[in-house]
């Protein structure tokens, strides 16, 4: 059974014999063009051979004409070639392709416009007749085809699945994409709109979609870690017929995919396994990384020359790690700066590298950028994001990552901020106390107060009061409602009990922060 094609459907076939469009307009695509309706596409060698489209009786317009195919190139004389543009379509033929276009003047095409008639480049005639041949009734045929293509890319080795799908787009001839309900994961070949995503979302197991004047058939991809996978084949113009039997090759696709997949997940398990430990490794050195941590990181393409941002994402709430690192690498692999990230804990830790120091404008601008992956992220996971403070070489890449977590564990606190916080914009006061809420520093402000604790009750409120204000006897016997005596006294014994000198700034601090830590 034969039925009706379009010229777009033609032209979106991948085995055409090369058609393109020369008039209105050349390389712009089928979708900046009428929808062509076509009743067949014949080939000739001669004007002689031409046929009418309907018998000799006049077409009504938008009816369905025939795409002429002329097998030799056009006539060299422009008056014959108007005559053959004025003849095919008094017989009411739609298009005009021609085996050599460029030898066509700017007057023929003028006359071309005028008449109505699209004009065509087709470099292999027949081939294109055998495209026309599987869109109007011999979808089997066209499907066999696809299929075929599908599994000389699934017999190629790939890398990885990004290389899997560049191979199905090149020989399939049509965009191929990786999507989940978010977005985008993975595309080749070309890009997959927002409104042709949009419609796909769907837990059928096959289905053909039109959106933005783009289709696609997609499957449903069967994976044991990720729910709402489909590997979609798609493209501008397809005709009904190219959607089932890409739907067909889809399908075929699909284990190779689903299987690529899941190695590729294995590897993504590993690598971060092998990154988190290094990342560790170097942060524990604190006189820099030593020679075998430099060599490991360098083997994995880790720059500690340069300029360092760290940034440290926390998880608020039960989360897995790895696929808080898959969107995150999502996102910055596609910005404009040396990015590298890894788990670390319930969260991810990364830095941006920069070969010069970053103006305070491309500061601000990819600190914007971690502000919009943090709002991004907080869409799926419940996460806390720090950032910290530029830092160069080794020692600052450390520095750096360290201060992005005490941010991100301030921000952990701060719902009014959104939960981000950039280090630099955190008093001293409130960075300090930060330090004093980790599991660390915890235990030993309890040992270095324990003797007090011991002694009873009353010795740490009045140490709390002398400190807070500024070692002063009177204004701590004022607040406390004390005689000054008694302050003295308490205060004698307090240094006693600790064996430490609080004249010294930094050990009033400390003893500060201690205090500080336990209260809270």
């Not at 560049?166 to 977005?183: N, P, Y």
């Not at 979609?209 to 783009?214: E, I, M, P, Q, R």
């Amino acid at each position: 059974m034969q039925h009706t094609l379009s010229l777009q459907a033609l032209v979106a076939h991948p085995r055409n014999g090369g058609l393109r469009w020369i008039e209105p307009g050349d390389g712009t695509g089928p979708s900046a063009h009428p929808v062509v309706p076509l009743r067949d596409v014949v080939l000739v060698t001669s004007v002689d051979e031409l046929p009418s489209c309907t018998g000799g009786e006049s077409t009504q317009p938008g009816s369905p004409g025939s795409l002429v195919v002329f097998t030799q190139t056009p006539p060299r004389e422009p008056w014959e070639a108007d005559a053959l543009l004025r003849r095919v379509k008094s017989r009411g033929h739609a298009a005009l392709a021609f085996k050599e276009p460029v030898a066509l003047g700017a007057g023929t095409l003028a006359v071309a416009r005028r008449l109505g008639l699209l004009i065509l480049g087709a470099g292999a005639p027949l081939e294109l007749a055998r495209a026309a041949w599987e869109l109007q009734g011999n979808q089997d045929a066209l499907t066999l085809g696809y299929v075929r293509k599908v599994a000389q890319s699934i017999e190629y080795h790939a890398d990885h699945v990004q290389d899997l799908l560049r191979h199905l787009a090149a020989s399939v001839g049509h965009g191929v994409a990786l999507v989940d309900r978010e977005g985008v994961l993975l595309e080749a070949g070309q890009h997959l709109s927002p409104d042709l995503h949009a419609a796909l979302r769907s837990d059928a197991w096959t289905r053909a979609t039109h959106a933005g004047g783009a289709s696609g058939a997609s499957v449903r991809v069967e994976s044991p870690s990720r729910e709402g996978l489909r590997l979609v084949f798609f493209d501008r113009g397809l005709a009904g017929t190219q959607l089932s039997a890409l739907s067909v090759a889809a399908e075929t696709a699909m284990p190779a995919v689903a299987a690529r997949l899941l190695i590729d997940e294995v590897a993504s398990v590993n690598n971060a396994s092998i990154d988190s430990g290094l990342i560790r490794d170097f942060l524990e050195q604190p006189g820099g990384p030593d020679s075998d941590v430099r060599r490991r990181m360098h083997e994995r393409g880790w720059r500690t020359s340069g300029v360092h941002l760290g940034f440290r994402i926390l998880g608020l709430s039960r989360l897995t790690p790895l696929e808080l690192l898959r969107s995150v690498s999502r996102e910055t692999r596609t910005w404009d700066v040396d990015t590298h990230a890894s788990t670390a804990g319930l969260g991810v830790i990364g830095w941006l590298t920069f070969s010069e120091p970053p103006s305070s404008q491309e500061l601000e601008r990819h600190t914007s950028a971690l502000r919009e992956l943090h709002r991004e992220l907080r869409r799926s996971f419940n996460v806390s994001t720090g950032v910290g403070t530029p830092e160069a070489g080794a020692e600052g890449l450390a520095s750096s990552l360290d201060a992005a977590g005490e941010a991100a564990r301030v921000a952990a606190q701060r719902e009014r901020g959104g939960h981000f916080l950039r280090i630099d914009a955190l008093g001293l006061e409130q960075l300090l106390l930060s330090r004093t809420r980790n599991d660390t520093f915890l235990p030993t402000a309890r040992s270095l107060l324990q003797p007090l604790i011991d002694a009873g009750g009353e010795l740490l409120p009045t140490l709390g009061a002398y400190l807070d204000h500024e070692s002063s006897t009177a204004a701590t016997a004022q607040a406390l409602g004390y005689h000054r005596n008694t302050v003295s006294t308490r205060i004698e014994r307090i240094k006693d009990l600790l064996g430490l000198d609080l004249a010294d700034p930094d050990t009033r601090l400390a003893v500060h922060l201690a205090l500080r830590a336990l209260q809270d």
